[in-house]
């Protein structure tokens, strides 16, 4: 399948489009159960590479962001 390459314009909009949907995120995580909120830490952990297999960069940033945004939720509560 081949997939269209993205403009500048296209990268903009969707930049946009992921911060909206952090902090919405975050407002809701900041109304999360104590339960929610490990669940949300948990599932990083989920994401981390498993012992013996590859560290994958970005799959480590990604654990590490959500971690980062459950943190920031506090801030919000």
């Given at each position: 399948i081949a997939?269209?390459?993205m403009s500048?314009?296209?990268l903009v909009a969707l930049h946009v489009r992921v911060i909206a949907l952090?902090?919405?995120?975050i407002s809701l995580l900041a109304t999360a159960s104590?339960?929610?909120l490990?669940?949300?830490?948990?599932m990083a952990g989920y994401?981390?590479?498993r012992p013996g297999s590859a560290h994958h960069?970005?799959?480590?940033?990604?654990a590490a962001h959500m971690i980062d945004l459950v943190e920031r939720?506090?801030?919000v509560r």
């Open positions: 997939v269209p390459e500048n314009t296209d952090e902090n919405l995120l104590d339960q929610q490990e669940l949300a830490r948990e994401i981390s590479p960069p970005l799959t480590i940033r990604a939720s506090s801030r």
